[in-house]
């Protein structure tokens, strides 16, 4: 068992609504974490990396650990619309986001990081439907292209159940590409409707190299989001979710993701206690 500690703790900087380098410091100096996970491409209102960002942080003590690989075109207006319109998927996108994964994997060569999480898109449930194929393909592409660069791929969770998603991992073993794994979100899972995340991350928890750290209430209506709330007031089992992290000998980060609210900040500083007392509750 590896004992989950506070220093694991960072914030995705898309979280943040930063307006540059030395806004994003002060922020996450504001929320007492030494660890960011770096929109590397444009995303939700995110400019993505700036030049010399990497400097401004670290003068805070402040380091880059992963990056963020995002598409062009996305839609979450519906559960429907990410369905169609979400990561590598849509073929009309295909080419531009190869041209924009080569400058992402150029900018986490610089940046000497070791992983660069992706959406991948809906997986097809079934292996033998030929967009499996194709969405496999694709996958296997960017995990070539952020190889060369040094850099793992770290597939998000939600959109699929973990099960479809360990037979993904799977064929992408047999495609050669090695370095894919999970960055978990168990929120997601809520979000879409998905999965339980507590029981998928039992199963997923060999293959995780980081976490995201967001809460949900499940949607009442099917086909309708989920609610994303403060950390610690939705759906998730904090104790339960450390603790077999902590038993599959975990020492990734738990990055803060909040994409709702107005106070962000305020929120993630109560996140961060919220899973601070899971952490101490589940080294007992």
Same mark, same amino acid.
């Given at each position: ?17 930063? =307006? #540059?380098?030395?806004?994003?410091? !002060?922020? /996450?100096? @504001?929320?007492?974490?030494? $660890?960011?996970?770096? %929109? ?6 995110? =400019? #993505?990396?700036?030049?010399?960002? !990497?400097? /401004?942080? @670290?003068?805070?003590?402040? $380091?880059?650990?992963? %990056? ?217």
């Amino acid at each position: 068992m590896k004992v989950q500690t506070a220093e694991q703790i960072g914030v995705c900087s898309w979280s943040l609504q930063a =307006t #540059g380098p030395e806004d994003l410091a !002060e922020k /996450v100096n @504001a929320l007492g974490v030494k $660890r960011v996970q770096l %929109g590397l491409t444009p995303h939700r209102g995110d =400019t #993505g990396a700036w030049n010399g960002v !990497e400097v /401004v942080l @670290a003068a805070s003590g402040i $380091r880059i650990v992963t %990056g963020m690989y995002s598409t062009i075109g996305e839609d979450y207006t519906t559960p429907e619309t990410i369905r169609r319109t979400g990561g590598i998927v849509p073929d009309q996108h295909w080419e531009e986001n190869v041209a924009l994964a080569k400058a992402t994997a150029a900018k986490a060569r610089e940046l000497g990081l070791p992983y660069i999480m992706a959406h991948a898109g809906f997986l097809p449930h079934d292996p033998g439907d030929p967009d499996f194929d194709k969405l496999a393909g694709r996958v296997a592409t960017l995990a070539g292209l952020f190889a060369d660069a040094g850099a793992g791929l770290l597939m998000e969770t939600g959109q699929e159940k973990a099960d479809t998603l360990l037979e993904f991992l799977d064929e992408m073993r047999r495609r050669g590409a090695a370095n894919v794994a999970v960055n978990f979100d168990p929120a997601n899972m809520i979000l879409y409707d998905m999965d339980d995340p507590i029981e998928a991350l039992g199963k997923l928890a060999p293959h995780v190299r980081q976490v995201h750290v967001k809460d949900a209430k499940r949607t009442k209506v099917k086909g309708q989001w989920g609610e994303e709330v403060v950390v610690g007031t939705g759906e998730v089992d904090w104790v339960a979710f450390v603790r077999i992290l902590a038993n599959a000998g975990f020492t990734g980060s738990y990055m803060f993701e909040r994409e709702a609210g107005n106070d962000r900040i305020g929120d993630i500083q109560q996140g961060i206690a919220a899973l601070t007392k899971a952490m101490d509750s589940a080294a007992k």
